[in-house]
């Protein structure tokens, strides 16, 4: 496994409060990605980063914020946590790509917001 | 607008049936095609990607610019090959990816 960690593993949370998911590699690739994963729609990403400090949206950003400021870490925050927001969050990495272009994937952290 | 479409949930065979995992995609630019695995109680990981033309654990895929599609067959399927797979286009360093597809291959 390429080295990517995600913390918490797994995280019950109740409504209205906020959550922090943190992703860490060691791989000092430029791209961080974040997505999360619900039956019927896949991998949908959330935000992405190409670089520290630089960050955009994804499609499903609403209610979500990113930080970057360091090349290992990506961080993914629900300011506010909803119960639509319940699903398993998966950080990616990728190279600069070309040819050889493969996104990286994290363990997944399973978040429950009740 | 770019997407990628895998019609089935779920495909169930038994062992040694052939497999075709069906994937289309809409995309204006040239395509760069991927398929991504995850077996149970693993990370998701690259199976193979059509820029390559390789075979990997039996599978293959080709890239069909007519038809947009990207299906991925195995001639004859394995117990082990029972995940989630799921069909990714490349646009610009990002990924979309379908929904997925459960295949169970039964004994």
């Known amino acids: 496994d390429a080295g990517i960690t995600q913390s918490p593993r797994h995280k019950v949370t109740e409504t209205g409060t906020p959550v922090t998911l943190r992703c860490h590699q060691t791989?000092?690739?430029?791209?961080m990605y974040w997505y999360r994963q619900d039956p019927g729609h896949g991998l949908r990403l959330i935000h992405y980063s190409y670089g520290v400090k630089d960050t955009d949206k994804g499609e499903v950003s609403d209610g979500y914020s990113v930080s970057r400021s360091k090349t290992e870490d990506f961080l993914l925050t629900l300011e506010s946590a909803t119960s639509s927001q319940t699903s398993v969050y998966f950080c990616a990495i990728s190279g600069s790509g070309g040819g050889t272009y493969e996104q990286y994937f994290g363990p997944g952290t399973r978040l429950t917001v009740t | 607008a770019q997407r990628v479409t895998q019609p089935e949930k779920l495909l169930s065979v038994f062992k040694g049936a052939p497999v075709e995992l069906k994937c289309n995609y809409s995309?204006?630019?040239?395509?760069?095609l991927f398929w991504y695995v995850q077996y149970s109680r693993q990370r998701l990981q690259l199976l193979l990607r059509?820029?390559s033309r390789e075979s990997i654990k039996g599978f293959t895929a080709d890239l069909n610019k007519g038809e947009t599609s990207f299906h991925l067959k195995k001639p004859f399927a394995q117990e082990e090959d029972s995940a989630m797979y799921y069909c990714?286009?490349?646009?610009?360093?990002?990924?979309?990816f379908g929904a997925g597809t459960i295949l169970r291959v039964k004994s």
């Open positions: 791989e000092n690739h430029r791209y």
């Open positions: 995309y204006s630019g040239s395509p760069e």
């Open positions: 059509h820029i």
């Open positions: 990714a286009l490349k646009y610009g360093n990002k990924l979309v």
